[in-house]
């Protein structure tokens, strides 16, 4: 039997293709067109690392060693890539717990900056299956990370294989630095022009004792529509900086263009909010409590609007999420259940009790899950958090003997 006839390749006629395009003449090549993932990411980076428009919002900054509550003016995305690189300069005391030291450097004029820990540094071999350096592949291949095996559990602040990286394509300049003394090897390598260039590695020798990286990168301002670095953003870089001081805890120095962090628990970091109140002539009670290795709460008052300040493995989580419902709702419980228990007629409902709290939480979550690449809000079931956070019958008495008694024993509305 004679094999059948290949069929002809297909052919496109262009006077068809543009009839079948839009009304401005367009081919379906160009209407259809396929990008590579990097091409996409800077055509679309609302997507990754939020708006690249500039925004105006009230939020918390750091300034002359306070927090200080004002409208913002800021461009989202730039705000992003850099709390990618610090978060995972944060990350690396939970893969190494002798890392003492977090150094952070944010020279306006260079339109540069620089992030430094000295925990362990990154592996300086060869990975065998994708033949290029390990510090090449996690900073400079899309979609690697060490933490995709969710049957691992890992209370880091990486996620899905995106982070640094996003900050490297988002960059003219990008410089990753490491000191690998278990294998004896220093690596430098720059990549440019939104990671689309890369030099060849250096490497030298390094001592056994050195172990660190470091993160330098320069901001493609004009991918935010941006000329220099605004303060209002870098407001917001250093009040990130004091953040990962209060919940990094004691045991890491945090600095700051080359000043120490005066913050060195998240006691003291809660504290700043807490001056803040009492410099407009409202004195706060608190209720601070340690109650693990994972959670730290306070509870404070707010003035009949719910308000929170929370973190996940060091991400500043703003809108809060399943970890400050977790903590809110227990106190709100027990709040409730007394004044309804001691007047019959209150009818205390949650939300009414919620709207005077002020809750502060630093917890580190397994494998935290969050609304979107920007992750503002935690979205793991409490079932999933790796821990457990019961608040203490003595943290709850004094929950509502000092913050929320002289209230709510006046009466306020169910409503």
């Known amino acids: 039997m004679a094999p059948a006839a290949k069929k002809p390749p297909l052919k496109s006629s262009s006077s068809h293709n543009s009839a079948a395009g839009d009304a401005a003449g367009k081919t379906i090549e160009e209407m259809y067109q396929k990008k590579t993932q990097l091409e996409h990411i800077l055509l679309r980076p609302d997507t990754y690392v939020g708006s690249v428009q500039n925004h105006t919002q009230t939020l918390w900054v750091y300034e002359d060693g306070a927090m200080v509550n004002r409208p913002v003016s800021y461009v989202p995305g730039l705000y992003k890539i850099f709390d990618e690189i610090l978060v995972n300069a944060a990350d690396n005391k939970q893969r190494d717990p002798s890392m003492d030291s977090l150094k952070v450097d944010i020279d306006v004029e260079g339109c540069c900056i620089s992030i430094y820990n000295n925990g362990d540094g990154v592996p300086v071999e060869i990975h065998q299956e994708e033949g290029v350096y390990v510090p090449e592949l996690i900073f400079g291949h899309l979609l690697t990370s060490s933490n995709y095996d969710d049957n ?3 209370t880091t602040g990486g996620r899905n294989g995106y982070g640094a990286k996003l900050a490297n394509i988002f960059s ?16 430098r390598q720059v990549f440019s022009e939104n990671m689309g260039k890369k030099s060849e590695p250096e490497i030298k020798k390094c001592k056994q004792s050195e172990n660190w990286t470091r993160v330098t990168f320069k901001p493609d301002l004009a991918k935010f529509n941006m000329t220099e670095l605004e303060a209002d953003v870098v407001a917001l870089m250093r009040k990130r900086v004091v953040d990962m001081a209060g919940t990094l805890g004691k045991t890491v120095k945090v600095e700051l263009n080359g000043e120490k962090v005066a913050v060195k628990s998240f006691s003291d970091y809660v504290q700043l909010y807490i001056n803040s109140a009492s410099k407009e002539g409202i004195d706060l009670p ?13 509870v404070s008052l707010s003035e009949g609007q719910f308000q929170q300040v929370s973190f996940v493995n060091g991400i500043a989580t703003i809108r809060g999420g399943t970890h400050v419902d977790y903590v809110a709702n227990q106190v709100a419980s027990h709040v409730m259940g007394v004044v309804n228990k001691k007047n019959k007629q209150a009818n205390m409902k949650l939300h009414t009790v919620k709207g005077y709290l002020w809750v502060f939480v630093n917890a580190l979550i397994d494998n935290p899950a969050f609304d979107s690449q920007t992750k503002e809000t935690l979205t793991t ?35």
């Open 286 to 298: 608190r209720i601070y409590q340690k109650i693990n290795d994972r959670w730290e709460v306070c």
């Open 172 to 187: 003219t300049e990008f410089v990753i630095e490491t000191a690998d003394g278990h294998r004896l090897k220093r690596y």
């Open 152 to 154: 691992e559990r890992k």
């Open 381 to 415: 079931r409490q079932g999933s958090f790796g821990s457990t956070c019961e608040l203490s019958d003595e943290f709850l008495k004094k929950s509502l003997v000092r913050v929320l008694l002289p209230i709510f024993f006046l009466g306020p509305s169910s409503n």
